[in-house]
């Protein structure tokens, strides 16, 4: 089955690290390792988490 990934997220992460939204696809998969990669892992899942507490408050 294939991982899906918040895309506003990625963007965000991808804008931030001045690489494309698919590279940090990428990263996050483990396909790619940079130096950062674990930084990256851990920013994409802190700010998904904001996101979807965001949209809990609006509910």
């Not at 895309?7 to 990428?26: E, M, Q, S």
């Not at 483990?30 to 809990?56: F, N, S």
């Amino acid at each position: 089955m294939k991982k899906t990934y918040n895309t506003g997220v990625v963007k965000a992460l991808a804008c931030k690290y001045d690489v494309t939204p698919r590279y940090i696809r990428y990263c996050l998969s483990g396909d790619r390792t940079p130096i950062y990669a674990d930084e990256l892992i851990a920013e994409y899942y802190k700010m998904l988490e904001q996101v979807e507490k965001a949209l809990k408050v609006g509910e």
